[in-house]
């Protein structure tokens, strides 16, 4: 990787659970977020939807330990209590 490159992520967002996985294993550092209200992708056609609990699933699935982190790419205790959003279920992934 390039050194002037520090953090590069997956967007499982746009590109889904394996291919993300695969891009942690090619040298992305994050996964991507929760999306709270998103418009664009959606809009576009994509169905990808996880809960924090899924992602951190699809991390430990490809062997890496997932972390939080701030937008500055410090790492950040995790809450002791987090929320899970209720999702559709025929909309996971």
Known sequence: ?????????????????????????AGANDFGSIMIEENVVSAAGARFRFTAQGIQEAIREAGFTPQLRTQEYEYRELPPEIKQQELDRKELI
């Open 1 to 25: 990787m390039l050194p002037n490159i520090t953090n590069i992520q997956a967007s499982w967002l746009t590109v889904g659970k394996k291919v993300a996985e695969l891009c942690l294993h």
